[in-house]
Each structure stands twice: as structure tokens, then as C-alpha cells.
């Protein structure tokens, strides 16, 4: 702006460009007032009268009903301003009356009451000395009948109160010429990356946290399910203010197409638009962001209104990468997973290799199981030991306490008393067989993860005497698993073709539906290469050794024969495990052991 600057030419008038507030809380472009304030604003939160709380509901409800038949006569304050000259002083101070004129109108004071009266219920604590003061559709329908003036000064003082604290911004206000000819041309911005939850360190209480995740679960928000990364709300708001032509460019990560909850807003996008761009980045060697992390994964992301239903993402990129990369464009039904989840790779050899691996195990029996976690290290805080005894032996592991085929890596963090572990089987309706008998194996596997790790997926057996926290997810199987059957899994789920599956659908999380994606083969005895898995990941697990050593090499060859791969499609697979391929006993002889036993696997 100021380099900008034309000499002899006075500043330009910038305030109603440049405007203050919380953009996610508030009214935007739309029929947001049309249905009235949400039952979920008098939901009781910390401090809250609870009694209190009711006697509100039961009047918004009642008053949501008459809103679907009052006349609407808010008024749509307008004001041209753009057009008017400034090249003058005289021309910016003309400027500058205009708009304070504005703010100060009739019409926008009515349509500012309205707007905070919608939105001041979810932010508002619910106690007896001020429960005469929420607001509630019985104000908003006043509102809408043009009998705004009969809202008491109390009411409307709290209401103001509450817009400052929270900073609430309502769009088609701060930017009425903006939204008179239909919204943004672009929206273009790096939101925070940050999640919707209460920190320690936070100046924020866990009231009104709790207000600020309410609010972001209705309207629109209600689009970004599971946690409420901001980059999502900030990306479901921006969808609501470009014009019909207009465009939405953000930075952000890629959680957003790869995990399951935000389901409903990948149909929103692909439903009212198209992605008209969605190239994914590698931060590696912290070459874009230097204080975020180099395994993460973000992208460059265009939303356009037009040509609905089509997608356009690329390879991922590593920084400082001159190697081509590919683009895969066309209809999401055609290119995307039935969830419409993005599956991200390096390159386009790694595509083909992922769709015949995945083709090939897929055309087994499937494995019928479900993930399930057991105890939480926080929530079950109160029922957890700092020492053994002779009733707390149950020894509670988190998740760098595994590793692959060793439960035994790292020590216990607590100690579970028997009568705890047997509620716990209770409340979250496991089976009472997998915890009975000292000859039953679980599965488990790391839920942290990163997709550039040495090795992503992280599985080994949990034998009697030890219990798992909410990071070390459980298979769960729909039956009783012979030593047999469990160890073939075992050494299934930490095999490389397994694992390389696996990386192209994680962030920082391998979470059941990820799991839930991929092949399970059901075990069969009769089939030589399941045998040579289930035996060697037995052999791997009663000696808790996780080196590459030839009896591992057997239990990747054995997947592998599973995948009807050759060996040089092996040997691609691994050399995508950029870690393992530097040490040269992997390269060298681990591979060449594995590609040899391939041999044997399929000839016997």
C-alpha cells in the first residue's frame, strides 16, 4: 500500500476493506436466520443452570415455529462507496462519511441486532441473574416482524457484551458491496493449522471452548466432521463467499482428503464445485514452513464453482524435487475411493504397484474384524497404578512401548488392577475370551505414524498381562483366532507390501478406517505362502526380534508371493523405503534373500 502510493495523490480510504473480528463466528452470505437459533445454543455447558437452560429451549422452540411464518422485514443495508472518487483529501474524508454513516443507519443496526441475536445464544453462559437477558427466536421474531424496538436495552446491552468478547463478524455487513453483486471473485489465504481444543496453556476457559465447538458443529460447520481442525471451518466458510464464478485457493493440509469424518465436506466441495487444483507438498528439509515438521504433508488447494464433481491432484512434491510429477484429472467417482479419500504417492509407478497389490490380495477371503482401542491414559487416569502389585498386574503399554513383533520395547507406563480391566471388557463390549485365558494373543499396532518413517505400520502380539492405551488400536476379530491364524496377521500387517499399502493413506495416524481400506486375506492354511508367514512371525515374536534377518525375508516373500509379485516389483517396493535401502545389509542382502524365498514360496 505504501509503495503504492501516488505522488501528489492523498492515502486511499481502506476502512471497509480492512476489517476486524472473529470471521468464523457469525452470519454468513446465506439463509442462515432462516430456520432460527439452534437448539443446540441452550445446551448446558460448564457453569451453566441447567434448569436454566431448559426453560430457554422450550421457549426457542416454541417461537422457532412462528419464525417459518412472520414477514421478514429486516432491512439489507446498502451503501455505494466503491465508485465514489478519492483523489482528494476531501475525496477520502466524503469517503470516510459514507461509511461511518453506514455503520450508524437505521437499517444497519436492525439487521446487526438480528445477526448477534442468532449468534450471542452460543456464546452466552445460562445462569438465573441473566437468563431474562439470552436471547432467544422469541427476539429474533420480533426482528423479523419489524417490532425490534420493543427489545429491552438489558437484553440488547448483554447481547452487545457478548459481540465484543467473542468478536463476531457477520459477512454480508462488513462487505455489503461485496455480497450486493453476489460475493468474493477470490478467497485466498494460509489458515491456522491448529485444531478446536482446550490447552493447558490456554487464556480460554473449558466453558468456552465447549460454546466455541457448539457453534462449530451447526450450519455450515456441521460439514467438518470428527475434530475441528480450523483450516476445515475456515474452508466450509470460504465456499459461502465467492460469487458463482468466484474461487477459493488455500494452503492447508492434506487431512482433510484422507481422513474419514470429513466425508460430508469432500460431497460438499465436489457436489457445488469442482478441485480445480490440489497439488500436494512434501515440507522435507523444512523448505517451505521451517518450524513445521518435514514429514508433513500440505497442499495448494483451488475450489471453483464450476465443472462440479471433477478433481485435479498431483504426486506428492518434495522440496527442491526437479523429477516430473503426474496429475490425475477427471470425475471424483471415477479417481477417488468410494469415501472420495485422495491415496497420495511419489510417483506413478508407485499407483500401479499399489492398484495390483491391492487387486490381488483383494481377491481372497477377507479377514472380518473391527479396531477397537482399550484404555486411555488420561480419561482412565484414576484407575491406573504407578507400581505393580498383586492385584495391579496388568501392565499398560502406549505407543512407543512396541514395536514390530515386541511388545516389550519400551516399559509399562501403569499398572491395571484386575477388577478395572474386567469393567473396562464390560463398558466397551469386548469379548470376555480375549482377556480369560493366559493362551490368547491380541494384535495390536502403533495408531502414530508417518508415511516417511523407516516403517509406518508397527504391529506385534500382546499376550496375557498386558492391556493397550487409545495409541496402540486392537484388531478385533468377529471370532476366536487359532496361534496359527494370529501369527499370520501378525506378520502380514508388518510386512513392506503391507506397510507400503498403507503410506499412501497416512498423515500423522493410522486409524481403523485406514486399516479398513486395504486387504485383509483371511488365512488358509493350505496356501504355502500364508504357512511361511504364520511360521516365521511366530519365530519373530517368541524372540521378540524385529531385524531384517532371513527369517524375516521369508514373511515378506511370502506376502509378496500373495501379491502375485515378481520380483522385480519387489524390489521397486523397496526401494521406496528410503531409510532401509541406505543401510546396505537391506539392500543387498535382505532383498536378495527375500526375491530368492519368492522363488521357493511358489515352487513348493
Not at 403 to 428: C, L, M, R, T
Request: charged content about 25%; hydrophobic content about 35%.
Amino acid at each position: 500500500w505504501m509503495d503504492a502510493i501516488e505522488p501528489g495523490k492523498p492515502l486511499t480510504f481502506l476502512d471497509s476493506h480492512i476489517q476486524h473480528g472473529n470471521s468464523l463466528i457469525g452470519i454468513h452470505p446465506g439463509n442462515q436466520l432462516e430456520d432460527g437459533i439452534g437448539s443446540k445454543a441452550f445446551s448446558a455447558k460448564e457453569g451453566d443452570d441447567g434448569v436454566v437452560c431448559k426453560r430457554l429451549s422450550s421457549q426457542n422452540t416454541t417461537f422457532a415455529k412462528r419464525l417459518s411464518i412472520t414477514k421478514r422485514l429486516i432491512p439489507t443495508p446498502s451503501i455505494n462507496i466503491e465508485e465514489k472518487d478519492e483523489d482528494t483529501l476531501d475525496d477520502v474524508r466524503n469517503k470516510s462519511r459514507t461509511w461511518s454513516q453506514y455503520l450508524l443507519s437505521d437499517d444497519y443496526q436492525k439487521a446487526s441486532l438480528a445477526d448477534n441475536i442468532y449468534t450471542a445464544p452460543y456464546f452466552s453462559r445460562k445462569e438465573r441473574n441473566n437468563e431474562p437477558w439470552i436471547p432467544t427466536n422469541a427476539h429474533l421474531d420480533l426482528c423479523f416482524s419489524g417490532d425490534s424496538d420493543e427489545i429491552s436495552d438489558k437484553l440488547i446491552e448483554h447481547i452487545k457484551r457478548t459481540c465484543l468478547e467473542f468478536n463476531f463478524f457477520h459477512w454480508e455487513l462488513r462487505f455489503p458491496e461485496v455480497f450486493s453483486s453476489g460475493g468474493f471473485d477470490v478467497v485466498l489465504g494460509n489458515p491456522p493449522w491448529d485444531v478446536v481444543k482446550k490447552e493447558e496453556d490456554d487464556s480460554l476457559s473449558k466453558s468456552e471452548h465447549d460454546r466455541l465447538k457448539t457453534w462449530f458443529s451447526v450450519g455450515i460447520y456441521e460439514l467438518a466432521k470428527g475434530k475441528k481442525d480450523l483450516y476445515k471451518l475456515f474452508l466450509a466458510l470460504s465456499t459461502h463467499l465467492i460469487k458463482a464464478n468466484g474461487k477459493v485457493g488455500l494452503v492447508m493440509p492434506v487431512g482433510l482428503f484422507i481422513e474419514d469424518k470429513p466425508l460430508p465436506l469432500r460431497k460438499h466441495l465436489l457436489s457445488t464445485g469442482s478441485i480445480e487444483k490440489l497439488d500436494v507438498y512434501q515440507n522435507n528439509r523444512h523448505g517451505y514452513f521451517g518450524s513445521v515438521h518435514a514429514s508433513t504433508l500440505f497442499c495448494a488447494f483451488i475450489y471453483s464453482k464450476d465443472k462440479r464433481g471433477e478433481i485435479n491432484f498431483s504426486t506428492i512434491k518434495r522440496y527442491g524435487d526437479t523429477d516430473p510429477h503426474h496429475n490425475f484429472q477427471g470425475n471424483a467417482k471415477d479417481i477417488l475411493s468410494r469415501d472420495l479419500t485422495l491415496t497420495l504417492f511419489y510417483n506413478k509407478d508407485d499407483l500401479k504397484a499399489y492398484q495390483k497389490i491391492h487387486s490381488s490380495l483383494s481377491s481372497y477371503k477377507q479377514l472380518r474384524y473391527k479396531v477397537s482401542a482399550e484404555f486411555h491414559a488420561s480419561s482412565d487416569k484414576s484407575i491406573l497404578h504407578e507400581s505393580p502389585s498383586e492385584d495391579n498386574n496388568w501392565k499398560l503399554l502406549k505407543n512407543d512401548g512396541i514395536n514390530q513383533f515386541n511388545h516389550k520395547y519400551g516399559s509399562p507406563i501403569a499398572f491395571i488392577d484386575n477388577e478395572a480391566v474386567a469393567d473396562k471388557i464390560n463398558s466397551k463390549k469386548l469379548p470376555r475370551w480375549l482377556y480369560c485365558s493366559k493362551d490368547i494373543k491380541r494384535l495390536v499396532f502403533r495408531d502414530i505414524a508417518r508415511s516417511d518413517d523407516s516403517r509406518t505400520l508397527i504391529a506385534c502380539i500382546l499376550p496375557y498381562g498386558y492391556v493397550s492405551s487409545y495409541d496402540i488400536p486392537m484388531i478385533l476379530p468377529n471370532e476366536n483366532l487359532s496361534d496359527e491364524e494370529i501369527y499370520f496377521y501378525l506378520g502380514y500387517m508388518n510386512s513392506l507390501v503391507f506397510d507400503f499399502m498403507v503410506r499412501p493413506h497416512v498423515d500423522k495416524h493410522i486409524k481403523g478406517y485406514i486399516i479398513n481400506r486395504l486387504p485383509i486375506p483371511k488365512y488358509d492354511g493350505n496356501i504355502p505362502a500364508m504357512r511361511a508367514v504364520s511360521d516365521n512371525a511366530k519365530l519373530l515374536s517368541e524372540t521378540q526380534n524385529g531385524s531384517y534377518n532371513e527369517t524375516r525375508s521369508k514373511i515378506d516373500a511370502g506376502v509378496a508371493t500373495l501379491a502375485n509379485l515378481t520380483s522385480s516389483e519387489f524390489r521397486l517396493i523397496c526401494q521406496s523405503f528410503a531409510s532401509l535401502m541406505k543401510r546396505e545389509e537391506f539392500r543387498t542382502g535382505y532383498v536378495d534373500n527375500s526375491c530368492n524365498s519368492m522363488i521357493s514360496i511358489s515352487s513348493s
